[in-house]
């Protein structure tokens, strides 16, 4: 079982810069692979990033790709979404979440498990 906690939401104007971190309960948390996934006002929720558990491999949505940076701290048991140059449609629901097992297709929701309850981004242009 593992619990995810996001927090380091808020708002903040068009152009600027947030840092999302997402803190993992339990002692297994090296043993997968972390998302970033967000929803908007009547949207479907949507990926964002991914890191593998080797920290090998990251994979970005085009929509954030160059602006957005997916990191973990194993030690830590935390991963985080650094993200810059933010845009008004940027806004939304964050939610962090893992998955066990291989690493194919991690940008689809039915991969992960465990899902955190979500941060609010905001961003006002």
């Known amino acids: 079982q593992v619990q995810l906690v996001e927090s380091g939401g808020g708002s903040v104007q068009a152009g600027g810069s947030l840092r999302l971190s997402c803190a993992a309960s339990g002692r297994t948390f090296s043993r997968y692979h972390m998302g970033w996934f967000r929803q908007a006002p009547g949207k479907e929720r949507e990926f964002v990033a991914v890191?593998?558990?080797?920290?090998?491999?990251?994979y970005y949505a085009d929509s954030v790709k160059g602006r957005f940076t997916i990191s973990r701290d194993n030690a830590k048991n935390t991963v985080y979404l650094q993200m810059n140059s933010l845009k008004p449609e940027d806004t939304a629901v964050y939610y962090c979440?893992?998955?066990?097992?291989?690493?194919?297709?991690?940008?689809?929701?039915?991969?992960?498990?465990?899902w955190g309850q979500g941060t609010q981004v905001t961003v006002s242009s």
């Open positions: 890191i593998t558990r080797s920290q090998e491999t990251t």
């Open positions: 979440a893992a998955a066990g097992g291989d690493s194919w297709s991690l940008d689809s929701q039915r991969k992960y498990t465990y």
